[in-house]
């Protein structure tokens, strides 16, 4: 094997980047500010954090080199850069969110992490080998554990990340098992050469065995039902920013990678999820995991009072929906999936920084906390009304296209005679649901009478900008659908897909 | 031109979010000039308008080509008519809440956005554009009601937020189950209108879309959003909800799930007729019992929009005409009741219970509210000479040669009409305090020293009643002025499948 040195210093210029960003918070804290508050330090750190990501979004940007270097441990094409661009994205707005909290006085530790996650995201969707994906997926959950422990003097921060990391620990568990098994079977690591060996072979115990395996490690990652017992507590316990950083960035680099490896890697495995027309593959184990998902999701969301657990099942709610694109298993769900991930991530975003900026200032997060949040603060609380209605599906918002716009693709190329109409049916029949509870949470925003007599809410300008920035964009998107989806298609086409 | 309707609410309800919030005179008028201007473009559509079949493109523009989705606005008689109706709707909905005072600017841009969506739904042809509007209608009538309401309001704004939104999902469902297999990779209504569905599919279509539609138009069993919604919503919000949403749900289901599913509308037709019939029966019997002044008014409408269901199943030309003139005039008269109702005399006596008003001696106190209740009255039992009348006629004309039995019915529901209507205008304006028992006689004492000091019919009241009662009138007198533009709409190639029964 001879490869080239030069060659990945080129292709991983973006990742170094940020990997020395991380490296330079952690230093510049530790040495240039000793003695400052930490809303200070935290917003240097968000501006140098911001700083690296924006370098290396330019480098992508400015420097287009694409390769596919030893046997896909690093695949570099346009769709992966992109999607790299969009995680970073979601990093440099996380950072801002987390000026507004005073959660730690690490504040250099908790960067570094949150740009180390941003690395081990980066790496994870440009691999198409079974190894270099577990590495990576790794690098994001350890930096996530310590990132959702972070609120040192809350019992419940401590608690949610044990959960977490216990949690994250059995998925890695069955995740590396199936990995081992799937390598077993097919002596390869590369995604195309392991669908290479199991195409034309029947349906093999062992090889199902496999397929499971992976699955529901994938299936902890994405906190799809009935794997999602850590999500409320971790969204819950952990500071703010984390939990949106959970719910954003790690969903968007989870579910591309997960769509990578079933697409490429159980190509032809995949079996039908058809109505009268189930077959044997992994298509029937996610269509259950997205049923569980959006009606236990949307359902337990109805009875929550606080607003990040009412967060953290509709997040498993939309988790089920994202699967519904990638059952749809054909090349042209790869945009749909991509708008719906990404238009999400940006509204949870939006949706965990109001409720950072209310947390500061009722410090809660229950329901009653937001009452009254329109006289308060009506910039925030029509911010709010575009994250909420977005989830909801209603339009001319993302969300609502990108429910459209996957489950048109699921009935068009999902199976022969509108076989996927029973989920479809079932997706939407739950975002009608979903509808309920969005609305207790603008109820209590716009009708109920204000808490705390009515004071002017205290926000941060860099952060009352990044939400409006954000509802900006969940509403541009939303009109104007085709920035993102043509953008995308653009760059399927460059890839050749 | 007509899209600006549409672009001119909309400016109009973000402009008030510009305005500083402690001056609600500034967003009244402000409301009051976007209102206006939509029934001006509306009025001068109406005029430019070419009295022929076709459909008349506004915009067509490609909006997501990747789906085939395009922004057509397009018209034809019956989006003309609504149009007119929602534009005259609007202006005297914001003419009879000029009293909001609590957070008025907030109240305008959720009345405005609610109106944009409204226009949007009449002037889109295609699909995907419709449903967007559709959905932008049911937001702001949760927050319209639940913040500005009276009884239960937000039980009544959830109720009628989530049947209005479980209504659009099941059109969702069938909507992008019919984009799929026409396969055509389009939207546009008169593409897909040409496309032959296989008949099991339109079986199940059909059902799907027509009820999804059908329960924002008050259909039995799914109308008991209407009244509890009604009842609870603020004047201006119950005047709109009455007079032109329940309208979005017949204009939907005639617009798109009849044209689009003829063969599933022949399988259906007897059994969606029968729930219309059962509609018009039962709306009118509780509006018969009802305590509440509102609810009255609230059934009434339940009872009305049955007409509407059951003449566009009658398939015929008189039939389907008298629908569409059903929904005008509903929307007139409604408007009219619950303003009385809901402003003239709610926020005046404070209270809507008919025992209690039966005491307080109403012809006297407000003789303009009286007079103005008796010609709503007069035009919703639907005598001639007002518009209901004309609608009415041709529905049962055009029942009785489709559905004989039917037909007699409904006409046992007119009759019904007239004596519930009757019944709430002699207890609310003609009671007679002798013959009432002891509870609500407590109540006249306690309000007997506030019904010396209460305030006089404003003017803007009055310019708001008087607009809907020459419109009734008008349309009742000549109503050949929305026939002309309703009747040559029925020859467009949209509508050919009705008339051939389903066959293409």
Redesign the interface.
């Known amino acids: 094997m001879n490869f080239n040195y030069a060659e990945i210093v080129k292709l991983i210029l973006p990742e170094t980047i940020v990997v020395i960003t991380a490296l330079a918070a952690l230093l510049f804290d530790l040495a240039m500010m000793r003695g400052k508050t930490v809303h200070q330090r935290s917003s240097r750190l968000a501006a140098l954090a911001g700083l690296g990501s924006v370098l290396a979004i330019l480098c992508i940007w400015l420097t287009p080199s694409y390769g596919n270097l030893l046997n896909g441990m690093l695949v570099v094409d346009p769709l992966t850069q992109f999607v790299k661009q969009i995680l970073l994205g979601l990093t440099i707005f996380t950072g801002i969110i987390s000026i507004q909290t005073k959660f730690t006085p690490h504040v250099g530790e908790y960067f570094a992490l949150l740009l180390l996650a941003t690395v081990g995201m980066m790496f994870l969707v440009s691999s198409e080998n079974l190894l270099m994906i577990f590495v990576a997926l790794e690098l994001i959950s350890l930096s996530l554990y310590v990132m959702v422990a972070f609120k040192k003097e809350s019992i419940q921060s401590a608690e949610a990340a044990l959960k977490y990391f216990l949690f994250g620990g059995m998925s890695a568990a069955f995740t590396l098992f199936g990995l081992s098994l799937i390598y077993g079977l097919s002596g390869e690591i590369k995604l195309s050469a392991i669908a290479a060996t199991i195409v034309g072979q029947g349906p093999d115990p062992l090889f199902l065995l496999a397929l499971v395996m992976t699955l529901i490690g994938f299936g902890f990652k994405i906190a799809a039902a009935p794997f999602h017992l850590w999500a409320p507590d971790a969204y819950q316990g952990a500071p703010t920013p984390t939990a949106s950083f959970i719910a954003a960035g790690s969903k968007v680099a989870s579910f591309f990678i997960l769509a990578k490896i079933v697409w490429i890697g159980f190509n032809g495995a995949g079996g039908s999820g058809a109505w009268h027309g189930f077959g044997s593959g992994w298509i029937p184990i996610l269509a259950t995991m997205a049923t569980l998902s959006m009606v236990l999701g949307n359902l337990a969301a109805i009875s929550q009072t606080s607003v990040k657990r009412l967060l953290a099942y509709s997040a498993i709610a939309h988790g089920g929906y994202a699967l519904i694109a990638v059952i749809t298993n054909h090349r042209e769900a790869v945009s749909s999936l991509l708008y719906y991930v990404v238009t999400y991530a940006i509204t949870v975003l939006g949706a965990f920084a109001v409720v950072t900026v209310v947390e500061h200032n009722t410090k809660g997060d229950k329901l009653s906390d937001f009452a009254g949040l329109s006289r308060r603060s009506p910039v925030l609380a029509g911010c709010m009304m575009i994250f909420m209605l977005s989830l909801a599906g209603i339009p001319p918002l993302a969300g609502f296209f990108g429910k459209f716009y996957v489950f048109a693709d699921a009935l068009r190329y999902g199976a022969k005679d509108l076989g996927l109409l029973w989920l479809v049916i079932l997706a939407i029949g739950t975002s009608a649901i979903s509808l309920y509870y969005y609305l207790q949470v603008l109820k209590q925003i716009y009708v109920a009478p204000s808490v705390d007599g009515g004071l002017k809410i205290d926000t941060a300008f860099p952060v009352q900008a990044a939400i409006v920035v954000l509802a900006g964009a969940v509403l541009l998107l939303g009109c104007l659908p085709n920035l993102l989806v043509g953008k995308l298609l653009a760059v399927l086409q460059r890839t050749g897909m | 031109m007509l899209a600006w309707t549409i672009y001119i609410s909309f400016i109009g309800a973000a402009a008030m ?1 510009l305005l500083p919030g402690s001056r609600p005179q500034m967003a009244r008028v402000t409301a009051l000039l976007a209102a206006l201007g939509g029934l001006a473009i509306a009025l001068l559509g109406i005029l430019q308008h070419t009295p022929g079949g076709e459909i008349s493109t506004i915009t067509k523009l490609d ?5 085939g989705i395009t922004l057509h606005f397009a018209a034809d008689g019956i989006s003309l008519v609504l149009v007119l109706l929602t534009g005259i709707a609007a202006v005297c909905g914001i003419l009879f809440s000029w009293n909001i005072e609590d957070r008025a600017k ?1 109240f305008f841009a959720f009345y405005l956005a609610l109106i944009g969506g409204v226009y949007g739904v009449f002037l889109s042809f295609d699909l ?1 554009l419709l ?2 509007f559709y ?2 209608a ?2 702001p009538k ?2 319209l009601i ?2 500005w309401g009276s009884t239960n309001r ?1 039980y009544g704004a ?1 109720k009628l ?2 049947y209005s ?2 209504g659009s ?1 099941m059109v ?2 069938g909507l ?2 019919t ?3 026409a396969g055509a990779h389009t939207f546009d209504l008169l593409e897909l209108a040409k496309f032959p569905f296989p008949k099991t599919f339109q079986h199940w279509a059909f059902p799907l879309v027509f009820v999804g539609f059908a329960i924002l138009a008050g259909l039995w069993p799914f109308h008991t959003w209407a009244p509890t919604g009604h009842v609870a919503a603020p004047t201006a919000a119950s005047m709109l909800l009455a007079g032109v949403v329940m309208k979005l749900g017949a204009y939907g289901a005639l617009r798109v799930a009849m044209t689009l599913f003829p063969l599933g509308l022949d399988a259906w037709r007897n059994v969606i007729a029968a729930l219309a019939v059962i509609g018009i029966i039962y709306g009118a019997l509780v509006a018969l019992v009802q305590k509440d002044f509102k609810f009255v008014i609230g059934y009434s409408s339940v009872s009305h929009m049955g007409f509407v269901l059951l003449g566009m199943m009658t398939l015929s030309q008189i039939g389907l005409s008298g629908a569409v003139l059903q929904m005008f005039s509903h929307g007139i008269i409604a408007g009219l009741l619950f303003a009385v109702v809901g402003r003239m005399v709610y926020e005046r006596a404070h209270t809507r219970e008919l025992a209690a008003l039966e005491g307080m001696h109403l012809s006297k106190v407000m003789p303009f509210a009286a007079v103005t209740f008796v010609i709503a009255c007069v035009a919703s039992m639907g005598l001639p000479g007002f518009s209901g009348f004309v609608a009415e006629l041709q529905v049962i004309v055009g029942a009785w040669k489709t559905f004989p039995a039917l037909a007699i019915v409904a006409g046992i529901g007119i009759v019904i009409g007239a004596a519930y209507t009757l019944r709430a205008l002699m207890k609310s304006f003609f009671g007679d305090a002798t013959g009432i028992s002891s509870t609500s006689y407590d109540f006249k004492n306690e309000n007997a020293d506030a019904l010396e000091h209460i305030p006089a019919i404003t003017f803007p009241e009055k310019l708001g009643a008087t607009i809907l009662i020459v419109t009734t009138f008008v349309i009742g007198i000549y109503p050949q002025l929305l026939l002309n533009l309703i009747m040559p709409s029925f020859n467009s190639p949209l509508m050919q499948p009705l008339w051939k029964g389903g066959q293409p």
């Open positions: 979010t909006w997501i080509p990747t789906l907030e995907f449903f967007v959905e932008i049911i937001i949760y927050f639940a913040i937000e959830m937020a989530l939104f479980i999902a969702l469902v992008i189950a984009y799929v297999v």
